[in-house]
């Protein structure tokens, strides 16, 4: 079977800094084209991966190095990280910790995935929430932050024009 994680056995061990956490989407497996959301917390480059990994049972946690173990024994890929920082990181571990001690039951488009990251952020008081319930799509930017993006851009292509010489 291929690694999806550890389950949590000691009370406690959560003690992780969720003041800065990483909405992680990655690639699905099979007939899966949605993928999967995860939710790492903890120092940037040392993050612990949460996610819910079975359609009944308690969520799971891997380190950096079973995180990228669980991508290559599931011919995964990660298709996109988004950092958010939470105002309340203290909520957020509480939270986190008692979804890891029960049981998880997945239930397709609502209780999955990205429910289990969405609830944890608005624990911590983050205000991110997915506009989808399909991962590969969920941590997509939303059309408004596409728009200010290009507005931007394009005033500061407008702005390099202006400067250029014999303007």
Known sequence: MAYDGEILTQSGFLNIDCSNVAVVAVSG?????????????????????????????????????????YLKDNKKSEIRRRYLALPDPNAANLYLEGLMANTWTWGVLPNN???????????????WSSYSNCPSVAIQDTIPVRA?????????????LYRAPGH
Not at 51 to 69: C, D, I, N, T, W
């Open 29 to 69: 497996a099979g007939p899966n084209v949605c993928g999967h959301l995860m939710l790492g917390a903890g120092s940037s480059g040392n993050l612990t991966y949460f996610h819910v990994a079975l359609v009944r049972g308690v969520p799971k946690y891997m380190s950096e190095v079973g995180f990228q173990r």
């Open 113 to 127: 995935c990205v429910a289990f990251v969405e609830e944890v952020i608005h624990a911590g008081g983050g205000d």
């Open 148 to 160: 200010t993006r290009f507005m931007n851009q394009l005033e500061n292509e407008i702005y390099q």
